[in-house]
């Protein structure tokens, strides 16, 4: 089936930093995908989503200029948290569409990222 | 805007005692409803699609069920690897953006 590849699973770092989280669709060309946040106990909130070769969409409270999102190519998405802070700890996922019409969307791994 | 309520929140269950989890919603058209599961840190897998009401999907120990309003998944003989949490989705008209419900967090004891 559809594999969505993220990396990387955990990451810490320090306040004020940059991280990039990368999600890679492995055997299909993902021309949609979607990044969530989710905190615990809590559902996933959809942050954006992007288009290859077009400028994402934020959903409404999301900052583009903190959450930076490159969808540069069909199987490659990227998020970059930029200027972490101990706020932006969550879990990050992403998700992208397998088939068109409804279909079904495969989802990444997750990263966990804690900002120290 | 769309709407999905799941529940209950939490379910422990004896291992062989089946229950169902409930996910309500509300949406100006669905294009399809969807259930996931995901165990702690992992990211969710696909479980279920459901189109229109009346339709049913079944798949080992889990049977997913649509009507106009809610649908139902249920859980028959559970078994420890089952202990997951559940969740539900719905696809409105105008895109192809998932709106997610809470989850429901089951515990199934040996």
């Known amino acids: 089936g559809a594999v969505v590849s993220q990396h990387p699973s955990w990451v810490i770092c320090k306040s004020g930093t940059s991280v990039k989280i990368e999600c890679r669709s492995l055997?299909?060309?993902?021309?949609?995908m979607f990044w969530y946040r989710q905190f615990p106990k809590q559902s996933l909130m959809l942050m954006a989503t992007?288009?290859?070769?077009?400028?994402?969409?934020?959903e409404q409270g999301v900052e583009k200029d903190k959450f930076l999102i490159n969808h540069a190519s069909l199987t490659l998405s990227t998020l970059t948290v930029t200027s972490a802070h101990p706020e932006d700890s969550s879990f990050y996922i992403c998700?992208?569409?397998?088939?068109?019409?409804?279909?079904?969307?495969?989802f990444g791994s997750g990263t966990r990222l804690t900002v120290v | 805007e769309d709407q999905v309520t799941q529940s209950p929140e939490a379910l422990r269950l004896q291992e062989g005692e089946s229950s169902s989890l409930n996910c309500s919603y509300t949406?100006?058209?669905?294009?399809?409803l969807f259930w996931y599961r995901q165990d702690p840190g992992k990211g969710p897998e696909f479980l279920f699609t459901?189109?229109?009401a009346g339709e049913e999907k079944e798949k080992e120990r889990l049977k997913a069920t649509l009507t106009k309003k809610e649908s139902f998944l249920h859980i028959t003989a559970p078994k420890p690897e089952d202990s997951a949490t559940y969740l539900c989705?719905?696809?409105?008209?105008?895109?192809?953006?998932?709106?997610f419900g809470a989850g429901t967090t089951v515990t199934v004891r040996a």
């Open positions: 998700s992208a569409r397998v088939s068109t019409g409804p279909g079904s969307y495969t």
């Open positions: 055997d299909f060309q993902a021309t949609t």
């Open positions: 992007s288009n290859e070769g077009s400028k994402a969409t934020y």
């Open positions: 949406v100006s058209g669905l294009r399809g």
């Open positions: 459901l189109y229109s």
């Open positions: 989705a719905v696809q409105g008209p105008h895109d192809y953006k998932l709106s």
